[in-house]
């Protein structure tokens, strides 16, 4: 079984600039999250999408973070402008249901804004 | 306002002992705690489950225990080996915050041969 593919694995851009990161989930998994996770911290929730609607997005910075899952498939993380404290490893994960099952992460983009 | 913690940044062990790693949570919704395993530059891998109607769950080498009266749940690995040498994450979550999983901060284990 295909895990869940994400790219691009390494990303260096300038600050106020703008970075897209793509996320092709298990197939069949309804349950589709964006986490990121700063160095030394615990992976932080940003969105969460069941199928193609959003379920929670409560820590998602709208101002300039945005996401879409179009077709209740692929999934697609937007950044801009982006800022120095935006560095991090966006994790994106998938779930066959919502509940009692365990989530499968990808290998994670390293986003570096300097 | 963090739900879950783990409030041991690092443990060392020896080989063939066994390592216990500790999480503590505060939001007594949450039904359903998962232990995943991080290597550097990989995205996390499971690695045991329990729910809220079990204080136990064994799987190999590995244990989780839940003292839901405590909000606290504990993963023991034994024996430790070299390949366990990770950072650790505790995560948990409840219906009611639509089962998203919210995570701790982790906890490096060095397992020394």
């Known amino acids: 079984e295909a895990g869940v593919a994400q790219s691009p694995r390494y990303k260096i851009i300038e600050k106020r600039q703008s970075v897209a990161f793509w996320c092709n989930p298990i197939?069949?998994?309804?349950?589709l999250y964006w986490y990121q996770q700063i160095l030394g911290q615990g992976p932080k929730l940003l969105i969460q999408f069941q199928n193609n609607g959003v379920v929670d997005d409560s820590q998602l910075p709208k101002d300039r973070f945005s996401a879409e899952r179009l077709k209740g498939v692929d999934s697609t993380l937007k950044i801009q402008p982006a800022k120095l404290e935006d560095s991090a490893v966006y994790l994106c994960?998938?779930?066959?249901?919502?509940?009692?099952?365990?989530?499968?992460f990808g290998q994670g983009t390293r986003l570096t804004v300097v | 306002d963090q739900q879950v913690k783990q409030n041991s940044p690092s443990l060392s062990v020896q080989e063939g002992r066994i390592s216990i790693l500790n999480c503590d949570y505060t939001n007594s919704m949450f039904d359903y705690f998962l232990w995943y395993k991080k290597y550097p530059a990989e995205g996390p891998t499971f690695l045991i489950s329990?729910?809220?109607?079990?204080d136990k769950n064994e799987d190999g080498r590995f244990t989780v225990f839940l003292n839901k009266s405590a909000k606290h749940l504990s993963l023991h690995i034994v024996p430790s080996q070299p390949g366990d040498s990770a950072v650790y994450f505790c995560?948990?979550?409840?219906?009611?915050?639509?089962?998203?999983?919210?995570f701790g901060g982790g906890t490096r284990l060095m397992v020394k041969p």
């Open positions: 197939s069949g998994h309804a349950t």
């Open positions: 995560a948990a979550s409840s219906p009611q915050a639509g089962n998203m999983l919210t």
């Open positions: 329990i729910s809220s109607i079990k």
């Open positions: 994960a998938s779930r066959l249901g919502q509940m009692n099952t365990e989530a499968f």
